[in-house]
């Protein structure tokens, strides 16, 4: 049994796994219907930012919250770490390790929106800019959308993501406290997710991998589903 078990931390774990997943789709579908995310993104820099000023303070506070369900990722997965009885430590180390990484990828790609994002809209609509300042404020957001978003956030969000639900199904089908169902289960998502990571890997920088960019709303749905599953196994 883990040593540091105890039904407090069980109790708050199985919370976040519900908790967290929640308020991620909830505020993933408010954005996508106030601010068209993740379309929009398809859009030309001056059509984004133009949209991001519209949408004024209450869409810099809606993606500071989405970025905040990123950070709350990190207690999550320390306190499943500790409320999985029977795990070997060693797999239960890892995970956790593995979750943090994950969590503080997936908020720093995040924090560019409520943050970096409202200074570029302002200096774009500036009366002060030249067609040169807003062709340069066209490169400085694609390439940052391209590092913070596409590598950051999205790779090795997604890459450590997965591995971190494939380490916790590995511990899930050691321990006694949740169904093995569900292990195997995280096991098939987490590899699905780091497989989704590949989308921009390689061969596909340029234009992406359309299978990858297909499957991963899916697989992200499920993987949310998986964890509430998972703190409703944890409550019980």
């Known amino acids: 049994m883990n040593p540091l078990t105890d039904p407090a931390s069980t109790v708050i774990a199985g919370t ?21 995310y993740p379309n929009i993104l398809r859009k030309p820099t001056a059509d984004v930012l133009a949209k991001f000023s519209a949408g004024g303070s209450a869409l810099v506070l809606l993606w500071w919250g989405f970025a905040m369900t990123a950070a709350l990722l990190t207690p999550l997965v320390i306190l499943v770490s500790v409320s999985l009885q029977g795990a070997t ?8 390790a593995v979750g943090v990484v994950a969590s503080v990828v997936q908020f720093l790609g ?4 409520p943050f970096l994002v409202p200074h570029l809209a302002r200096e ?7 067609p040169a300042r807003r062709e340069a404020i066209d490169v400085v957001f694609q390439s940052l959308n391209r590092y913070l978003g596409v590598a950051v956030g999205e790779h090795l ?3 450590f993501t997965g591995a971190w639900t494939a380490l916790v199904g590995v511990a899930i089908l050691q321990s006694s406290n949740v169904n093995g169902w569900v292990g195997v289960t995280g096991i098939a998502i987490g590899l699905a997710l780091a ?3 590949l989308e921009f890997v390689g061969p596909f920088e340029p234009q992406g991998w359309k299978p990858a960019a297909a499957a991963t709303p899916f697989v992200y749905i499920v ?14």
């Open 16 to 36: 976040l796994l519900i908790a967290v997943p929640i308020a991620f789709n909830a505020t993933f579908a408010a954005l996508a219907v106030k601010f068209d």
């Open 89 to 96: 430590p060693a797999v239960l180390l890892a995970a956790a």
């Open 110 to 113: 995040l924090m560019r929106w």
């Open 124 to 130: 774009s609509e500036s009366r002060d800019a030249t």
């Open 157 to 159: 969000g997604f890459l």
């Open 195 to 197: 497989l989704c990571s």
């Open 223 to 236: 993987w949310s589903l998986w964890l509430i599953v998972t703190g409703i196994a944890l409550l019980l």
